[in-house]
């Protein structure tokens, strides 16, 4: 599968390799499921889901998912969304400069024109050992809210580090 379509905008691997088609892959699913929970009544009325936290406004919601816990954050931030979306999205690579909890973040490779892989890392914190992540993602404009989904993935170019917990 060198090329998914979701939401009406193809993604083609600039690459084609297996590792990067499962990527993907993977990207694709999450975009599907995460847009599906967005879109769901019980999403939109907080059915189903606990609050586990509120301050200024912003309220933070969970819920458990066959694949886990899954968090909301809904608050609203005075910045069009336009501009939030690309530091979010061709931001990643400065995480570090802002966020004491993060070692390192970088985009390991683009895979189309709106999905890539990116790696974070992430300090020891007290008697915690520091995690790393890699993960394919992938963007949609959807109406007008920008949607980023993600899913954990692997690739040969970036194996499990030393002294991290993957």
């Given amino acids: 599968m060198s090329v998914v379509e979701v939401f009406g905008v193809s993604d083609t691997l600039h690459e084609k390799s297996a590792e990067h088609e499962k990527a993907l892959a993977l990207s694709a699913e999450a975009m599907k499921e995460a847009v599906s929970i967005f879109d769901s009544a019980d999403f939109k009325s907080n059915d189903g889901w606990k609050k586990e936290a509120e301050d200024n406004g912003s309220t933070v919601h969970s819920k458990n998912f066959p694949y886990g816990k899954l968090f909301a954050l809904r608050t609203e931030i005075n910045a069009p969304a336009s501009v939030l979306f ?16 993060i070692q390192s973040a970088k985009v390991l490779v ?29 963007w949609r404009k959807v109406g007008e809210s920008y949607v980023v989904a993600g899913k954990s993935t692997e690739l040969a170019l970036m194996p499990a580090q030393k002294g991290k917990v993957r």
């Fill in 86 to 101: 690309q530091d979010h999205w061709d931001g990643v690579e400065q995480l570090s400069s802002w966020n004491s909890n």
């Fill in 110 to 138: 683009k895979l189309g024109d709106q999905s890539d892989v990116i790696y974070n890392a992430m300090n020891d914190i007290m008697i915690v050992k520091g995690r790393d992540f890699v993960g394919g993602r992938m």
